[in-house]
C-alpha cells in the first residue's frame, strides 16, 4: 500500500510533455523514500540514479524515484 500511495502522489502531476513536474528535487525524494543525502550520493556514485543539478538543489526523474519506490531498492 505504501507503494501505491507514493506512485500515486507522484503521477499526479505527470504531463505528458516533459516537464518540471517530470522531476522531483531531492528533498522530496528523501521523503518520500525515508532515505539520507549520504544515500541518494553513493547512488549517484555507482550509476544507479542519474540526477541534475540545478544551483544548489539536485533533481530526479520522477520515473527513476517510482522504481526504487517498487523495487524497494537499498
Excluded at 5 to 13: D, E, M
Excluded at 16 to 30: N, R
Excluded at 51 to 70: D, S
Aim: hydrophobic fraction near 30%; aromatic fraction near 10%; glycine fraction near 8%.
Amino acid at each position: 500500500q505504501k507503494v501505491e500511495n507514493i506512485t500515486k502522489q507522484l503521477s499526479q502531476t505527470k504531463g505528458s510533455q516533459t516537464s518540471i513536474s517530470d522531476f522531483v528535487t531531492e528533498e522530496e525524494a528523501k521523503m518520500l523514500l525515508g532515505k539520507a543525502t549520504t544515500w541518494f550520493w553513493n547512488k549517484r556514485k555507482s550509476g544507479e540514479l542519474t540526477g541534475r543539478k540545478a544551483g544548489n538543489k539536485w533533481y530526479y526523474k520522477r520515473e527513476q524515484i517510482i522504481n526504487f519506490v517498487a523495487g524497494d531498492s537499498e
